[in-house]
């Protein structure tokens, strides 16, 4: 391909300005509305002026409307991804390209992602031709337990991506805290009641103290953690882990927190739940892969629903896994239902921890992740169910435009697929 052709693909696919919703309706489709219920057969959904107007069986077109005809197909809201890099990384392995964590910076807490959030990134376009529409950029702890502030996004094809700048602090405690606090768990706790109480304190009275270890303005940023105002984010494991950092809210009431990593939360699911705290975890995770994960198995996320825990499938466990995995980590729960003692998930419950489950803990419950009415036209119009490893989005729109779904990954796919080896070397042909 020409390098003129390729900038004319790259100018079609990140517009500088968002495009105009389209009023659409797709007709007779399997509908999942990603709330926790079944899928519906021969349903419809109405999008209009980019939100969603309507969802189900026996729902009314209005006149004039774009319609599809999705017999044989699935309609379903966006997935939510969450805890992912999107936007911050080119290659891992090139620091250049990487601004997933700030080691030698002299700030923690402070750190903010938004504005180093590239739309143009390889796994923007990855993610959003396998169904993700909104997502949390999380950034990881460098040198300090605090990796800094989140932010969410939507996975539009323009420059317009962050959605929430600032949504939440985050924060490493286990044993990865602990390396980073001085050794000890006793060290992480120390330092994040430390941190916590200089924020409340420069928060209430303007003033620190002689000894104070934070940087003021890390100081000023965990402030809105400690009212309440900002959600934190705690990656935690361990049982004991787990319940320990659920005390922290007996010296600070406010904490708004949630559970990231939380392996072993099925020991302690009722805890959880009692606390109201959700979680984000992998569903995957089945070995003890470290001390502070000895009692992980795939009947995590199951047995914390059981019990009442509200739970988002997230989080990616290595340079390997993508946010548009997030369907095989879903699906994985319904297929565990036939694994005897093991526990899984319903079809919609499983759905509802990739869509509205994950929205909702990203500050978006009842707009995005639903097909209701008033949430956000983010729709995917898949080739058969979504929770199958065969199935793939066909289109895919946000606030109702309809969006590029080709990518580096689609184009190479294209180049290779013709590839012309007759003037290769020797060396070269097969």
């Known amino acids: 391909m020409s390098r003129a052709l390729l900038l004319g693909v790259a100018a079609l696919a990140l517009s500088a300005t968002p495009l105009a919703a389209q009023d659409v309706a797709v007709t007779g489709a399997t509908v999942a509305t990603g709330d926790g219920s079944e899928p519906i057969r021969n349903a419809t959904v109405v999008v209009q002026g980019g939100r969603v107007v309507a969802a189900g069986a026996g729902v009314a077109v209005p006149a004039g409307m774009t319609v599809v005809d999705g017999s044989g197909l699935w309609v379903t809201p966006g997935l939510f991804a969450s805890i992912t890099n999107l936007g911050l990384v080119d290659v891992g392995a090139v620091g250049e390209s990487n601004d997933e964590e700030a080691g030698n910076s002299p700030f923690n807490a402070a750190l903010d992602v938004a504005p180093a959030i590239n739309p143009q990134a390889q796994d923007f376009g990855y993610s959003r031709a396998g169904g993700v529409t909104r997502a949390s950029v999380t950034p990881s702890a460098g040198s300090d337990i605090f990796a800094g502030q989140g932010a969410v996004i939507d996975l539009g094809a323009d420059f317009d991506a962050v959605r929430q700048r600032r949504a939440f602090q985050h924060v490493e405690m286990g044993e990865r805290g602990a390396r980073l606090a001085g050794g000890s768990r006793t060290a992480v706790h120390t330092l994040i009641r430390n941190a916590l109480f200089e924020a409340s304190r420069l928060a209430e009275t303007g003033e620190r103290d002689d000894d104070a270890l934070l940087t003021r303005f890390d100081a000023l940023a965990l402030a809105p953690v400690v009212r309440g105002e900002q959600k934190l984010y705690v990656t935690v494991h361990r049982a004991a882990d787990i319940l320990s950092v659920l005390a922290l809210r007996d010296e600070f009431p406010a904490l708004d927190m949630v559970l990231v990593g939380v392996t072993e939360g099925w020991m302690v699911a009722p805890q959880i739940a009692a606390a109201d705290v959700p979680v984000i975890t992998n569903a995957l995770v089945d070995l003890p892969s470290s001390f ?55 079809w919609g419950e499983a759905f509802a921890t990739i869509t509205s489950v994950p929205a909702s803990i990203g500050g978006l419950e009842g707009t995005a992740g639903v097909l209701q009415a008033g949430a956000h036209g983010d729709l995917v119009i898949w080739d058969g169910d979504p929770l199958e490893l065969s199935s793939a989005p066909l289109r895919v729109f946000i606030d109702g435009v309809e969006q590029p779904l080709d990518n580096h990954q689609t184009r190479l796919r294209e180049r290779y697929r013709t590839l012309d080896e007759s003037q290769l070397p020797a060396a070269y042909r097969r």
């Open 292 to 346: 502070e994960r000895l009692a992980a198995t795939q009947s995590n996320v199951g047995r914390m629903v059981d019990a009442g825990v509200r739970v988002a499938i997230g989080g990616y466990e290595s340079s390997g896994d993508h946010p548009r995995g997030l369907p095989q980590q879903a699906g994985n729960m319904v297929a565990l239902n036939g694994v005897p003692g093991a526990t899984g998930l319903s």
